[in-house]
Nanobody, 111 residues
Framework: QVQLVESGGGLVQAGGSLRLSCVAS????????MRWYRQAAGKQRELVAS???????NYADAVKGRFTLSRDNAKNTVYLEMKSLKPEDTAIYYC?????WGQGTQVTVSS
């Protein structure tokens, strides 16, 4: 049974930083792409960043240069480091692997 558990969300002022974590279980973590999505109120879920099994990353244009995605295969964990946060980054952030989703963690950025 695959489980993805996110943590690290919270309330932060614009310009601040947060680090989200996603711990995976029940899958061959090191062999899988991992992704972060986000969904703001009233909007569609959108891809934020992805990382392949070799550690290569891709980012949405809206977060390039501010967000960094990394993985620790020994801990079955991916990290999304978010800096220079903006109010428009406010959303529920979800960890994803194939058809599996975490429960989400709320990120709120105040202006």
């Amino acid at each position: 049974q695959v489980q993805l558990v996110e943590s690290g969300g919270g309330l932060v002022q614009a310009g601040g930083s947060l680090r989200l974590s996603c711990v995976a279980s029940g899958l061959s973590f090191r062999n899988n792409y991992m992704r972060w999505y986000r969904q703001a109120a009233g909007k569609q879920r959108e891809l934020v960043a992805s990382i392949d099994r070799g550690g290569s990353t891709n980012y949405a244009d809206a977060v390039k240069g501010r967000f960094t995605l990394s993985r620790d295969n020994a801990k079955n964990t991916v990290y999304l480091e978010m800096k220079s946060l903006k109010p428009e980054d406010t959303a529920i952030y979800y960890c994803n692997q194939a058809s599996y989703w975490g429960q989400g963690t709320q990120v709120t950025v105040s202006s």
